[in-house]
């Protein structure tokens, strides 16, 4: 199901800044203050402290939650990254100071109206199961800040998602989308929208001002909205591997924009007014259908800039 395009692979040290921003452990642990102890098994946290707050069950072949689990009453980071879980057991719905849940590449096939009681999670991290719908209990978890999807089966978001009004990060790459809600549009506090390798034919996403990172690499796009110029914030656009035939115009109304990547589009000119992307210090965009003049011309225009045609 995961596709990787060339594009994206040989670029990944262009694109560093924003992975470092995905790592749930950093954002768990940011805080001011020293950090509580991290547990490894819920026996050690029992016996040791109680009131334990941090417990990472990372790859340890469970099959179910451990019962004991519910006298862990302060828990607010729990990893159970690569287990073997299919179910959610009930005992997990107890801990609702939970701020951080990390449940990705285990079984799960779905999200049940039981999450609404971690009520308090900033950071949820259900990438690599297999789920296909996002139910509307995500509008339930209005402190969300990370979600992260990727790499599932989903073909629908509930128009719920609107309601997670401090979302900063939304990463759904690697499923069936073809669309997302209206109410993408109340995220006004969204700064990385992860969206590759879908199956985006259209772009009609709303204004979003404080967007600093949009990938759709590798869907089925054929052009771009002219209001794309109005998300000023932007910093990295990634549309490799489209079928984009040209660029609106307003793109070059991008005026932070640090990083354009477009390899494998169908391409043959960029706007006139491109050099207005002053700003901009990566281009990469191979596998089009360019001049040798156009490229030139490109070139000439984005002196400051490095460009790869």
């Known amino acids: ?55 990472n069950l990372r790859q340890q072949g469970h099959f179910s939650i451990p019962d004991s689990i ?6 607010t980071f729990l990893n159970l990254m690569k287990n073997d879980l299919e179910s959610w057991d009930d005992n997990l719905w107890t801990l609702n100071k939970l701020q951080t849940l990390i ?36 509008g339930e978890l209005r402190d969300l800040e990370y979600l992260h999807m990727s790499a599932n089966y989903l073909h629908r978001i509930s128009p719920a998602i609107g309601k997670c009004k401090k979302l900063k990060l939304l990463e759904l790459e690697n499923n069936q989308l073809s ?23 259209y772009c009609d996403l709303p204004i979003l ?28 656009l990634i549309l490799s591997e489209n079928q984009l035939t040209h660029l609106p115009d307003g793109i070059v109304n991008l005026k932070n924009l640090e ?10 000119e960029l706007p006139a007014d491109i050099a207005k992307l002053s700003q901009l210090k990566t281009l990469v965009a191979k596998e089009n259908n360019f001049s040798e003049s156009e490229k030139e011309r490109i070139r000439a225009a984005l002196p400051n800039c490095k460009v790869y045609l």
Do not use: W
């Open 1 to 55: 199901m995961i596709k990787l395009s060339i594009c994206q692979s040989c670029t990944r040290n262009l694109l560093l800044p924003a992975m470092l921003l995905g790592s749930l452990v950093g954002l768990a642990q940011k805080s001011d203050k020293p950090m509580d102890p991290m547990y490894f098994s819920v026996a050690a946290a029992l016996a040791q402290n109680p009131s334990a707050t941090q417990l």
């Open 70 to 75: 519910v006298m862990l009453k302060g828990l």
């Open 103 to 138: 449940v990705r590449e285990n079984d799960f096939n779905h999200i049940p109206p039981e999450m609404a009681q971690l009520a308090d999670l900033k950071v949820l991290d259900i990438a690599l199961n297999g789920i296909t719908y996002f139910p509307a209990v995500i």
């Open 179 to 201: 669309y997302l809600p209206i109410e993408i549009k109340n995220l006004k506090h969204l700064k990385t929208l992860k969206l590759a390798n879908n199956q985006f034919k």
């Open 209 to 236: 001002k404080r967007l600093e990172e949009l990938n759709l690499e590798g869907n089925q796009l054929q052009s771009l909205p002219d209001g794309i110029g109005q998300c000023k914030n932007l910093r990295s």
């Open 259 to 268: 990083l354009l990547l477009l390899t494998g589009n169908e391409l043959i």
